[in-house]
């Protein structure tokens, strides 16, 4: 364990060369004296709001170890974290106009939203899937031909399943959830025959559900994997390579392992709920070797 903290503290000290004056995030840190983290309310286990109405997760883990790193290599160590709730349909602008400074959710790294924010680097991988009601029968996609279906607004799976739809000649009507506690809730209440989403989200929805147990996911093959990153504003490498710093070093010191198990294979509040969702090869990989491709070719 001391081996291990007096790593953690060699690899937060490992700093990009500084520019010759701050810029773009780290003077608006400065000048106010906080950061602003963009945090979710619903998109458990990555960031969601606890008894407090705080917000925890996965991601918000992450984004904490990112503030530490800032607070030792700025010499701020009174840098105060200020939480700002985001939505699927907002948290890009948001992040846009300054006002959150880092996102700390469940959004993936692709490459047309790499043409207006930046990321981090890769944090996890999904699949996306389908949730349904074990009740309803539907066991694979050619049972959901002519059926509606919800996906939440703001997010690029509206997109994977028009497409889908259409190749498939399924027919499928559609329903935005305003977020995924929204979508989920379309399906509970039978509007829908299924909701499409990351499939741990979809797990950790199931798993804090009042019946966890009357769920099944249903996969959709041929769809290749998604990234998840940590959302900034673009043309800011000062911030961008801070960021990416302290991610590395929670990568290369194992602290990684430790997080991931917390939020995925132990019991997580407000509960206690397990969602038994071990570290998958696609994530080992990334830590091993840390990227930041929006290109989900560079996953498989």
């Known amino acids: 364990m001391k081996f291990r903290s007096v790593l953690w503290m060699a690899l937060l000290a490992i700093s990009i060369p500084a520019l010759a004056q701050d810029t773009g995030t780290v003077k608006k840190m400065r000048d106010a004296g906080e950061i602003v983290l963009g945090v979710r309310d619903a998109s458990i286990p990555f960031s969601y709001a606890d008894d407090t109405g705080q917000s925890i997760g996965y991601s918000v883990d992450l984004c904490m ?12 160590p009174a840098l105060k974290v200020r939480q700002q709730l985001v939505t699927s349909a907002n948290r890009v602008p948001l992040v846009l106009n300054g006002t959150v400074d880092l996102e700390c959710g469940s959004t993936v790294n692709n490459i047309e939203r790499q043409k207006t924010v930046a990321f981090s680097l890769t944090t996890f991988i999904v699949n996306t899937k389908f949730i ?57 209440n039978d509007r829908v025959a299924a909701f499409s989403e990351d499939d741990i989200l979809l797990a950790g929805l199931a798993a804090t559900s009042q019946t966890p147990n009357a769920f099944r996911l249903i996969s959709i093959e041929g769809m290749l994997a998604d990234p998840y990153a940590l959302m900034m504003r673009r043309d800011d490498p000062q911030f961008k390579a801070a960021v990416d710093a302290a991610l590395r070093a929670v990568f290369a010191s194992g602290e990684i392992q430790r997080i991931y198990d917390k939020w995925f294979v132990r019991p997580i509040p407000p509960r206690n709920v397990v969602l038994n969702f071990p570290m998958g090869d696609q994530l080992k990989r990334v830590i091993a070797k840390p990227i930041d491709s929006g290109d989900p070719q560079d996953y498989k």
Do not use: C, P
Request: proline share 0%.
């Open 65 to 76: 170890r990112v503030v530490d790193h800032l607070r030792q290599t700025l010499k701020m």
């Open 132 to 188: 349904t009601k074990t009740s309803s029968g539907i066991q694979k996609m050619a049972d959901l031909k002519g059926k509606t279906v919800s996906v939440t607004g703001g997010t690029n799976t509206m997109q994977k399943i028009t497409a889908l739809s259409k190749q498939m000649n399924l027919d499928l009507s559609v329903i935005n959830g305003k977020d995924h506690a929204e979508s989920f809730l379309l399906l509970t």
